[in-house]
């Protein structure tokens, strides 16, 4: 299994809707999750942390399921600018070591 | 501006040439790292460094070099490039957090990328 997982996509969503993603990870002792968002042959970029307690900023909320192993994030009101793909990023233990999943690509449509 | 630079962005060379691609950061970060992405693959970690002279391997070390003379600068060389380093590479840096949460990871900076294509 691997350590970090995420469905490839692409998902394809009209404006205005909501998706989410799901990332799962199979290292119980994980303790740091973040989501990274990559524009198409760019650098990611940090889009949100995921703390325990589950955590929004604007349209993007993220949870972590500790029971299950997966971290989710939930977009609404998709807007053109969201198209990309969403990296989930975990620690699976050990000194700022950290392992990317393949990532998810979104793609919203007019 | 903070940021972390690479150069070059785009490079094609040849089998066995070597080469260095630089990378640069003035956050005045401890830890750098290189990554390469590839299709279907994701982000792999090559070489990371905690520190000035402090550097170790990463999930695929074979084939690269790195050095960590300064604590802005973070090098990566290809002493004998070949075809199967072709490749999205990326420079990212990061604060560190306190040793005694071993299991912590902060926000990491990446730089813009170099795509290197070795024929």
């Known amino acids: 299994r691997k350590e970090v997982e995420q469905d490839p996509g692409p998902f394809n969503v009209p404006e205005g809707a909501t998706v989410a993603f799901n990332c799962t990870y199979s290292n119980s002792a994980s303790q740091s999750f973040f989501w990274y968002r990559q524009d198409c042959r760019k650098e990611p970029k940090l889009l949100m942390s995921?703390?325990?307690s589950g955590n929004e900023d604007g349209r993007f909320t993220a949870q972590l399921n500790r029971a299950s192993q997966y971290i989710s994030l939930l977009i609404r009101d998709s807007k053109l600018s969201d198209s990309a793909t969403y990296l989930c990023?975990?620690?699976?233990?050990?000194?700022?070591?950290?392992?990317f999943g393949t990532g998810t690509k979104l793609q919203v449509i007019p | 501006e903070a940021q972390v630079t690479q150069n070059p962005r785009y490079l094609i060379t040849v089998t066995g040439k070597k080469l260095t691609v630089t990378c640069s950061q003035n956050m005045n970060h401890e830890y750098m790292s290189w990554y390469r992405q590839d299709p279907g693959l994701g982000l792999r970690q090559i070489y990371y460094s905690m520190n000035v002279e402090v550097t170790d391997k990463g999930d695929v070390p074979e084939g690269y070099k790195v050095s960590r003379k300064e604590k802005r600068n973070f090098p990566l060389i290809l002493e004998s490039p070949s075809p199967n380093q072709t490749s999205l590479y990326f420079c990212?840096?990061?604060?560190?957090?306190?040793?005694?949460?071993?299991?912590?990871?902060?926000?990491?900076?990446f730089g813009p990328g170099t795509r290197l294509t070795v024929t």
């Open positions: 990212a840096s990061s604060s560190l957090p306190p040793l005694r949460t071993s299991g912590s990871s902060y926000e990491q900076y």
């Open positions: 990023v975990v620690n699976p233990g050990g000194y700022q070591k950290v392992t």
């Open positions: 995921v703390y325990s």
